[in-house]
């Protein structure tokens, strides 16, 4: 047997099961935003769209959130993961269990959490005040700060928890050599530790970004109606006016999205290889 | 460096797990409302869970769909991700990109696809429904964790059993698997966790009578909005915590993690 | 768990929902208080038919969407829904007429719910109004036009447009501004200019109880099913009497068409509007009723939208005009109120 039947015989059952439960009638979803009313192909579905501001508008602000919950996760991600790393092996075991933690506690429960800890009498307002950084409350609870803390909460395991598989495969010895050649922290972590875990940071953003514009419970309830996001655009259009066309041209849109995304976090890691 | 270290992760374990705290004290309190801090301690809102039925059938529905569809999805996303990495067939980012589609398109449509375009016309039942949906949905989860751990295992130890007279199977159930046991591991435990906790997907796909827990929390607190929800949630939650705690203690799980 | 352990419990799931020797009943209902229906309706029907009941919950427009993708193959018998959904459903052709005569309790329902959306297609079973809940403490409400105080500035909470309140809301302030026009722009363009002063225009009514606690809100529009919560709060918390009147709502049962258990689902309807159920549910402030004969004590009566002068002065708004302008009402929400 040559290694390519091998691989098609490896592969095989996965995708005609992905193929058939999910890509065709995905795509049969798909290719009605395609359509006019009248059924022909056309792209009108998509000019309607684009042409109405508050669809631009949750467009926007979808990439926006999606891109700084994944920078801020890579940021802070890097920082956890490292510090995990470092750690001795017992406790390292620990920590990562802690960082599961969250990710054990239903989406449901923990957006709820939040409304108690950012509202007018929250915790972060009691502490605001104490503090002198306002004379009143602040609100936080329906905006879009509210929506970015909630989903950095949901995704930043995934993120750190790539960075560690990724972490725990560098040579143990690299970073200590480079810091005996003088080289400074900040060097250290640019030119050895960034490069050599490009590709856990990869994996980690896509799952982050992609869940964080796909995310359907943090923004519905900790932005509410005032902060959409597509996801909630398109749950909108679904359940409430039954508009399956304009969903599934929403849904090609974070498709599309969520791609892009991909091929750039993969073009980044790819660096390495080549 | 270390300091420095423990602080960093004192303030993100604080800002992640805190929130824990919260419904933890909630779900004990005597008030009527989620609060903290909480209005009197009592066990009245946990006592409240159990007495759910709806609860209870849909918590069994969930714990079998979530360790189902994993193995299924590891059965089916193992051999893909050990393909990909050792024999780079062509067309490779072309596989990798169709099985990590379920990853990338909205829950609700998958949902709702799969709810007219699969269930209605083949009559598939609802429960079977859920699993394959959300077998189709974890697959990308374990070939992407499965295919990060092969990456790091040197291919010259399965050379070297198979050149020692082991089969291919043989060497790969022998020295490949574990070897990978943490990113098999692993997997499993992000697989049974999305499925777990899977909203969009399973909210066009519950029927009548079957519906997973984290739907019938969302239909619980539509209407009602009492501490019962952060009651079930710290159990569930103290729950997963013995299961990662005896996962630690039985297969150590912070060697392979 | 093992993957033999596992196969075994999910083949033990399928096999439950297999393996039932009864006749099943399954009906499709709102989420709301599952606990007192279970006792009070549940429990003693299925004692009395010997039959099984399986219930799907959920929020109204979801379980139309879902009767909708199922539409060759029903697996619901009865639902109920909301007016406007309801009537949505018989312009799609969901569901059937309802043989009135087969109900022993009908003659007994107020008039407005025997036939709210015309054909026999649908029979109301409870009915609210929609109104203000404010904090005594602060502010002061006696029509619609109060929401638009300056004390209210940041502290009002109104329903979405793709709640069943949303619509009621419009309408009323529409009615408030002097509009006159069915497109209720009056009252959406009033709302855009002010939404950056509304803390959120909620999707889930069980919210504001929490909003009223954390001192999010002063004052809200809802149904009148959410008041008995809110009044669990113990706090300053008045439902408004208005000078220019309260608008509600009505949820209705229907029956599905393609249902192989008519006869079955006629019972359960006449056995729901009985006096007897409609004032045990009523007891437990769940759901006004219907039903004339249905005794309510006064301070349950308190707290729901209970008896014939309470139900004259309910301006209902006509399911066929949301049907005809929600669409219109959506576009402009989104563009001058949700942006």
Known sequence: MTDRSRAALLIAPAALFIVAGFLLPVGVLLMGGFRDGAGAWSLARYVEFFATPLHVETLWRTLRLGALVTIASAIIGYAAALAIVDSSPSSRGRYIGLFILPMMISPVARTYAWVVLLGRTGLVNVLVLKLGLSDEPLRILFTETAVFLGLVQLFLPLMV?????????????????????????????????????????????????????????????????????????LFQRVSVANDVVTASVIAMLLIVMSYAANALLRRVASVRKA | MRSWGRITLALVLIFLIGPFAIILAAGLSDGETLAFPPQGISLRWVLAVFELESFRASFALSLVLATASTMAALVLGTPVAYALDRYRPPGAIAISALLTSPLVVPGIIVGLALLRHFVIPLGVGVTTALFLAHTALLIPYAARVVSASLANLRVDIEEAAILLGASRPGAFFRVVLPNIRSGVLAAFILGFITSFNQVPVSLFLSGPGVSTLPIDMLSYMEFTYDPSIAALSAMLALMSVAIVLVAERLLGLSRYV | MTLRTAAAALALILGIGGAAAQQKLTISVYGISQDSYRKHLYAPFEAQCGCKL?????????????????????????????????????????????????????????????????????????????????????????????????????????????????????????????????????????????????????????????????????????????????????????????????SGGMNVMALVKGSKNKELALKFMDYWLSAEVQSKIAADLVDSPANRDAKVSPEAAESLTYGADMAKAIKFLPPQTVIDNRVAWLNGWNEKIAR
């Not at chain 3, 009621?168 to 009615?175: A, G, K, S």
């Not at chain 3, 009252?187 to 950056?196: D, L, V």
């Open chain 1, 161 to 233: 928890l790539s960075l560690v598989s990724a972490l725990e495969n560098l040579p143990p010895d690299v970073t200590a050599a480079a810091r005996l050649l003088g080289a400074s922290w900040l060097d250290v972590f640019l030119k050895v530790i960034l490069p050599l875990t490009r590709e856990g940071l990869a994996v980690g953003g896509v799952l982050v970004f992609t869940g964080a514009i796909t995310a359907y419970i943090t923004p519905a309830v900790l932005g509410g109606s005032k902060v959409l996001m597509l996801e909630t655009l």
């Open chain 3, 54 to 246: 399986v219930v799907e919950v959920g929020n109204s427009s979801e379980r139309l969407a879902k009767l909708e993708a199922r539409k060759d193959n029903p697996e619901v018998d009865m639902a109920v829904l909301t007016d406007f959904n309801a009537l949505e459903a018989a312009q799609k052709g969901l569901i059937d007429k309802i043989d009135v005569s087969k109900l022993s309790n009908y003659d007994k329902l107020y008039d407005f719910a025997r036939d709210p959306i015309g054909s026999n297609y649908a029979v109301g079973y409870t009915f609210y109004s929609t109104g203000i809940i404010y904090r005594t403490d602060k502010v002061k409400i006696s029509s619609w036009k109060d929401l638009w105080k300056p004390e209210l500035k940041n502290r009002l909470a109104l329903p979405n447009i793709t709640t069943s309140q949303g619509p009621t809301l419009l309408f009323m302030v529409d009615r408030s501004l002097g509009g006159t026009t069915p497109d209720f722009a009056a009252a959406i363009n009033h709302i855009g200019a002010s939404r950056k002063d509304v803390v959120n225009f909620y999707e889930r009514s069980a919210q504001l109880t929490q909003l009223f606690q954390q001192d999010e809100i002063w004052a809200a529009v809802t149904g009148r099913f959410n008041w008995p919560l809110v009044r669990k709060l113990n706090m300053p918390i008045a439902w408004a009497s208005l000078s220019d009147g309260e």
